[in-house]
């Protein structure tokens, strides 16, 4: 028997598809849930990273405070030996804490001024502003005119 011959003699069968051919909604269902599976586990990974930098963090806060508080003890410790060293040139010691109290007066003051002066110098961002006006207008399709 021919090739042809045994060709009209089997019934057609439809293109149905096999059991190992996965189906449109089994694919969708599959990729739905990897996708699902791989945020977790992206979210997992970002909470195991932040877990450690915030105790790197904490850490680092705790020793930065530790440190700002020897530098405290540190500047009470010298200023009162800078009282004693004045105390030496036949001052009574009670003026020279004052004297050592109002070099830190007028510390303060001159830090207070420097302070003023630089918060005065803060303007409103304009040109961020005038940029923000006119989101509205080009969500739209308004143009703005073309700046020289």
């Known amino acids: 028997m021919s090739d042809r011959q045994r060709a009209n003699r089997e019934p057609v069968r439809p293109m149905l598809p096999e059991q190992d051919e996965p189906t449109v909604g089994r694919l969708v269902a599959d990729a739905s849930r990897d996708i699902s599976a791989l945020v977790q586990a992206e979210v997992a990974l970002a909470k195991s990273e932040l877990v ?18 020897l530098g405290l003890l540190v500047l009470i ?39 003023v002066r ?9 040109k961020t502003i005038d940029t923000a006006k006119k989101i509205p207008g080009a969500l739209k399709g308004q143009h703005a005119a073309p700046r020289r």
């Not at 050592?100 to 001159?110: E, P």
């Open 118 to 126: 630089l918060i005065k110098k803060i303007r409103a961002p304009q």
């Open 77 to 115: 410790f010298v200023s009162i030996a800078f009282a004693y060293f004045l105390s030496m040139t036949g001052l009574h010691p009670a003026w020279c804490f004052l004297i050592v109290a109002g070099v830190y007066v007028l510390l303060a003051v001159v830090l207070v001024l420097v302070g």
């Open 52 to 69: 450690v930098s915030a105790k790197a963090g904490g850490v680092g806060a705790a020793l930065f405070a530790v440190a700002g508080f």
